[in-house]
């Protein structure tokens, strides 16, 4: 039933259920077999944030040292003080890159 031209009906021919299922929840069954792929990468996205919320940044953190962050980046990271890197992930203008070095740097300097 993943297959675009595949649905509810065509599986319910092939292997009829012992009792009429309604609609709306044939409708649900259906959709969250076809996206179940992106629905799993979703829930993968959502733990990942999760984890970096967990990851402070230090108030004296210095962001003019850390090699790889373009210089707006350092200057609205200065101005903006992350609390954690979730914050900063969220801030305008981060990209995942910018947000790998930064986790790079935060381990560096706290090893």
Known sequence: MKRAELGYPTVERLAPAPEPVAPPVARQVEIEIKYEGYINKQMKEIE???????????????????HGLSNELKSKLGAVRPACLGQAARMDGMTPAALSVLMVALKARCS
């Open 48 to 66: 990942k944030f999760k984890h970096l919320e967990k990851i402070r940044i230090p108030d004296e953190f210095d962001y003019e040292t850390v």
